[in-house]
């Protein structure tokens, strides 16, 4: 950026050009040394991105598990473990990729026609062909193609979307106007000093392609795997240790580990998170939520802050008139009437907009006769009319109001009090004065960029969800701090200079504390969302512009409002299809139903799996026999894992809180019903034994306990009171009865298993069903701690 001292000819000396722009020659030249005006893209290769699929705990395990069973020459085995792992791969493949194309739709944003002198001549070109030193003409409308030094002419200029700023900016001789901003009003030359990433726009693109919120998801599944692995190799070393001191051959030892390890794999719970988020995902989007990031359902259940942008998502962005000021003798009335004749809808200026809309509101007109209207002009700082009233022509003018009161009879004590006052509001102040010769103050015009209507309303709720709410602006404090009282965030400011000349040690702590940062200009946006992060929070963010891209993809929730420009909605992992913010708790409401469906398919893998290492190694003891076989237990897994994937259409209550996984306590919770279930599980064995049943038969049972007792957990696990306290989904009722009427089916016509008599199966349900209402009793007691 170039500094605010440089005179004309130094910029000129600098990119070595002249107000008579470039020739091609040089364009040339430059082209090759600077590169075209665009953003450069980093794509990523979708064959690597799918080979990463293989490359995690889960893969990892089913992968072993696979080299083992050819090993061992179990073939069936080893195709069926196969297939998990590329389903399960596949699944997730199709899910998460997503055509990064943020940075692409910022390269979009520069393919724009821009009017560029070369060889003399004013000509129109594409700007990725633009390059520093270029001369470019810019008016009313256009997009501002690459950052450039105004070197003649006036304009206004809308970079709300790159800094934040609720209101269009002058911008006049030697100021730096910025790529992708819009002029709203006059026209200028002016010399191009940044292209592509090197422009303000372009470093924004830069965070936007660093950013990448991290997935909290594939840590919750590396924990759990760690537990479970943990589990499966102190089994295994303890059932080594009893087979040399009892003298059983180390040999016979290998397929029971691979037993072990096959059911120690939690094979379904990536494919389950992801069909859980997915669905979530179709839920929201009935509700006007569109999330282009899956892990985001969930994580807005564990989202603890909001950063609120102000600009466009807490407020209109768009210049408003609050109640006029009268000057004494006047009445808001006669202000209002008054500024309509010194305002014209055809100049599309936002103050002019601003009044002739509140006058509107307010039903305000004018009978009177407009002569003459002068647009705003930047020298004088007004706009002025000639009217014709009954008793002459009088002279109307509105503007700043240092400029007003030069040419008007005036209090200056009230005068001078009114304009603090409303200044240490926030509003900017526009003045109005009539008269024939010596014109008369009439009376002041707050303006200020008002918050939407449900702001308020939508503040409240979040607040009551337990998620702290922070506004992140590029405005002044004045201004920051206003909105956020009516609001209701807090008035706990702090501008940005302020938190980033703090101490590393008192920063972090500022961050924490704030509920309003001022002056935030893009990449202070990214650093609050990091920030945070670094203190272990989980963060959403909202926006609608390209300032705030980098923080959008940072956050674990970002969320583009409705009205974003393209960059924000590619940015963020949520965009909201509806006017306003209130759909954001729905958004929270309905990952936190995510986050109870995942706990309880979580809990009763934790459960099941603990259940059948511990019986499969102690039964060992016990009976000095495999009471299954390998191949059940991969049976185990369709019967049991994918079924209960239907976990994922629960019906479920949201919490009233951020909801946190805690893999320690729910391990420990888990182990406490595994417990239980082991007790079941062992008298089923004991039953066995003292029948007349073969071993294979003995396998089918223990085969049917496992798959009837992994049914009834998860009617156990899913509500946090009796079980009979809520009605679960139909497709989860349904594949349960499915599950349960299937492998009593296989069980007695042998199918798959050794055939054993139905009453015998039937005897196994009875008892599972029966330990599962005592189960629930004791529950009740201990899983209070989840």
Same mark, same amino acid.
């Given at each position: 950026m170039s500094s605010d001292s440089e005179t004309l000819e130094s910029i000129l000396t600098r990119f070595n050009t002249s107000l008579d722009g470039l020739t091609s020659d040089e364009v040339e030249q430059r082209l090759q040394k600077y590169g075209p005006n665009e953003v450069k893209e980093k794509k990523r290769n979708p064959l690597v991105n799918f080979l990463q699929k293989f490359w995690a705990p889960v893969p990892w395990m089913l992968e072993i598990t696979a080299i083992l069973t050819f090993i061992l020459h179990k073939y069936l085995d080893m195709e069926i473990i196969l297939f998990l792992l590329v389903f399960n791969s596949i699944i997730s493949f199709i899910q998460e990729y997503r055509a990064e194309n943020a940075v692409e739709l910022l390269k979009s944003k520069l393919r724009v026609m821009a009017k560029v002198r070369r060889d003399g001549k004013w000509i129109m070109i594409h700007a990725?062909?633009?390059v520093p030193g270029d001369l470019i003409a810019v008016r009313l409308g256009d997009i501002v193609p690459a950052d450039a030094r105004i070197v003649e002419g006036q304009v206004l200029v809308d970079q709300s979307a790159l800094t /934040?700023? #609720? *209101?269009?900016?002058?911008?006049?001789?030697?100021?730096?106007?910025?790529?992708? +901003?819009?002029?709203?009003?006059?026209?200028?030359?002016?010399?191009?000093? /940044?292209?592509? =990433?090197?422009?303000?726009?372009?470093?924004?693109?830069?965070?936007?392609?660093?950013?990448?919120?991290?997935?909290?998801? *594939?840590?919750?599944?590396?924990?759990?795997?760690?537990?479970?692995? @943990?589990?499966?190799?102190?089994?295994?070393?303890?059932? #080594?240790?009893?087979?040399?001191?009892?003298?059983?051959?180390?040999? %016979?030892?290998?397929?029971?580990?691979?037993?072990? @390890?096959?059911? +120690?794999?939690?094979?379904?719970?990536?494919?389950?998170?992801?069909?859980?988020?997915?669905? /979530?995902?179709?839920?929201?989007?009935?509700?006007?939520?569109?999330?282009?990031? @899956?892990n985001a359902s969930e994580d807005a259940a564990s989202m603890d802050v909001l950063n609120l942008d102000k600009t466009g998502t807490l407020t209109e962005n768009r210049l408003r008139v609050g109640d006029p000021i009268p000057a004494p003798n006047h009445t808001e009335k006669e202000v209002l009437e008054y500024a309509l004749l010194a305002s014209d809808e055809a100049t599309q200026d936002p103050i002019d907009i601003a009044v002739i809309e509140c006058s509107k509101e307010k039903g305000v007109k004018s009978n009177l006769s407009r002569l003459h209207f002068e647009p705003f002009d930047p020298s004088k700082k007004r706009t002025?009319?000639?009217?014709?009233?009954? +008793?002459? =022509?009088?002279?109307?003018?509105?503007?700043?109001? *240092?400029?007003?009161? *030069?040419?008007?009879?005036? %209090?200056? /004590?009230?005068?001078? #009090?009114?304009?603090?006052?409303? #200044?240490?509001?926030?509003?900017?102040?526009?003045?109005?004065?009539?008269? !024939? %010769? !010596? @014109?008369?103050?009439?009376?002041?015009?707050?303006?200020?960029?008002?918050?939407?209507?449900?702001?308020?309303?939508?503040?409240?709720?979040?607040? =009551?969800?337990?998620? !702290?709410?922070?506004?992140v602006t590029g405005d002044n404090s004045l201004i920051a701090i206003e909105i956020a009282k009516e609001v209701g965030i807090g008035d706990r400011v702090c501008s940005m200079k302020e938190v980033s000349e703090a101490k590393e040690e008192v920063r972090a702590k500022l961050v924490e504390e704030c509920e309003v940062f001022a002056e935030v200009f893009p990449e202070d946006k990214y650093t609050i969302v990091k920030s945070l992060q670094d203190l272990g929070h989980i963060v959403g963010m909202t926006g609608d512009g390209v300032n705030d891209a980098p923080a959008l993809k940072q956050a674990e929730v970002g969320i583009a409002v409705f009205n974003s420009t393209d960059v924000a909605k590619a940015s963020a992992s949520m965009v909201l299809t509806h006017e306003g913010l209130i759909d954001i708790v729905e958004a929270i409401k309905t990952g936190r139903k995510i986050y109870q469906r995942m706990l309880t398919y979580t809990m009763n893998k934790i459960v099941k799996t603990l259940q059948i290492v511990f019986f499969l190694t102690f039964s060992f003891f016990v009976a000095r026999f495999f009471v299954t076989t390998p191949f059940d237990v991969i049976l185990l897994l369709f019967f049991n894992d994918?079924?209960?994937?239907?976990?994922?259409?629960?019906?479920?209550?949201?919490?009233?809180?951020?909801?946190?996984?805690?893999?320690?306590?729910?391990?420990?919770?888990?182990?406490?019903?595994?417990i239980l279930i082991l007790v079941e599980s062992f008298f089923v064995l004991w039953l066995t034994l003292h029948l007349d049943l073969t071993l294979n038969e003995i396998h089918t049972l223990i085969f049917d306990m496992l798959v009837f007792t992994g049914q009834f957990t998860v009617y156990l696990l899913r509500e946090r009171g009796h079980l009979w306290n809520s009605m679960p989904s139909k497709p989860l009722l349904v594949s349960s009865i499915a599950d349960i009427i299937a492998v009593t089916l296989i069980s007695s016509a042998g199918i798959l298993v050794s055939p054993v008599p139905i009453w015998s199966v039937l005897t196994v349900l009875a008892i599972a069903f029966i330990f599962n209402l005592i189960f629930d009793q004791i529950k009740v007691m201990f899983l209070k701690l989840i």
């Open positions: 990725r062909d633009i /934040g700023e #609720s *209101q269009p900016v002058e911008k006049r001789y030697l100021d730096e106007i910025y790529s992708g +901003s819009v002029i709203k009003r006059g026209e200028a030359k002016a010399i191009v000093v /940044g292209t592509g =990433e090197r422009t303000y726009f372009g470093k924004t693109t830069q965070l936007v392609q660093e950013a990448r919120a991290k997935s909290h998801i *594939q840590d919750i599944i590396m924990n759990i795997v760690r537990y479970l692995v @943990l589990v499966d190799v102190a089994l295994v070393v303890v059932l #080594s240790v009893f087979a040399l001191l009892t003298g059983v051959n180390l040999g %016979d030892t290998l397929p029971f580990s691979l037993v072990v @390890l096959i059911a +120690s794999v939690p094979v379904a719970l990536p494919a389950t998170f992801t069909i859980a988020m997915a669905l /979530g995902a179709e839920e929201l989007s009935r509700k006007g939520i569109l999330v282009t990031r @899956l002025e009319a000639i009217i014709s009233t009954s +008793s002459g =022509e009088i002279r109307v003018a509105k503007g700043a109001p *240092q400029v007003i009161a *030069q040419i008007s009879s005036v %209090d200056p /004590g009230w005068y001078e #009090s009114q304009i603090r006052n409303l #200044s240490a509001k926030g509003y900017r102040v526009i003045a109005v004065a009539a008269g !024939k %010769d !010596k @014109l008369e103050i009439i009376g002041l015009l707050p303006l200020y960029d008002r918050p939407r209507p449900d702001s308020p309303k939508f503040v409240q709720e979040i607040k =009551e969800l337990g998620v !702290k709410p922070k506004m994918f079924v209960t994937m239907s976990i994922a259409t629960d019906n479920v209550r949201y919490s009233p809180k951020p909801e946190r996984w805690n893999v320690n306590r729910i391990v420990r919770s888990s182990l406490t019903i595994a």
